[in-house]
């Protein structure tokens, strides 16, 4: 099977503008994650999407915000970016849903530069 | 207090010897733990998961886990200079869900 993928890999944006970021899930997975890594705060949870619905969320603005579609790929955008927005952002896929164990699986990531 | 610790090290282990990463979590009611690899400039990579306490072995890798002293180990046998990378612990205290908390990572060294 292919595994998660991420486009675009790289990104440079300025201050105040809007970035749209994608994820493919592996195939078959319903389940999408996205993370926000920094070497600062390290990995951190953005929010998940399950059969288009977002399930759970974490502690960020409103700025950040996402989507799925119904082939489960997913989108997450982020608008008004600001300097501290620049991190790796990465995407996880599970297949596995209402089990006491989920595994999941990151995609390569995509590196964000704000100037 | 962090959801999640680690001994941020780093930690160097000779080739051939046993390289033993540590982690705590503070939710009691955490269901699955789960070990990632990262290596610089790369994804974290899925090594292992435990959810039940005791121990559970992967090849080199020996998972261990204690839900009473919320505490859960990897250990690396015969380390090889690969295995050089940062180790994230992570903890799904939800049952269901897909939200792990991370630990801030061991940057672990392997000296030939």
């Known amino acids: 099977k292919a595994g998660v993928t991420q486009t675009p890999r790289y990104l440079i944006k300025t201050r105040g503008q809007q970035v749209t970021l994608s994820c493919s899930p592996i195939s078959g997975h319903r389940s999408v994650s996205w993370y926000q890594q920094t070497p600062g705060q390290g990995l951190q949870f953005l929010f998940e999407y399950f059969s288009e619905t977002q399930r759970n969320k974490g502690n960020f603005p409103g700025r950040f915000s996402g989507r799925q579609f119904s082939n489960s790929r997913s989108e997450m955008n982020v608008s008004t970016l600001e300097l501290g927005d620049s991190a790796l952002y990465l995407c996880a896929s599970s297949g596995r849903q209402g089990f006491t164990y989920n595994e999941q699986f990151f995609g390569p990531g995509t590196r964000l530069t704000v100037l | ?112």
């Open chain 2, 1 to 112: 207090q962090k959801e999640v610790e680690q001994n941020s090290g780093p930690l160097s282990v000779p080739e051939g010897a046993i390289a033993s990463l540590n982690c705590t979590y503070s939710d009691r009611g955490s269901q699955s733990f789960f070990w990632y690899r990262q290596y610089s400039g790369k994804s974290p990579e899925l090594i292992m998961f435990i959810y039940s306490n005791g121990d559970k072995e992967d090849g080199r890798f020996t998972a261990q886990l204690n839900k009473a002293s919320q505490y859960v180990s990897l250990l690396i046998r015969d380390s090889q200079p690969s295995d050089s990378a940062t180790y994230l612990c992570a903890v799904n205290i939800k049952t269901g869900a897909n939200n792990l908390f991370f630990g801030t990572g061991t940057r672990l060294t392997v000296i030939p």
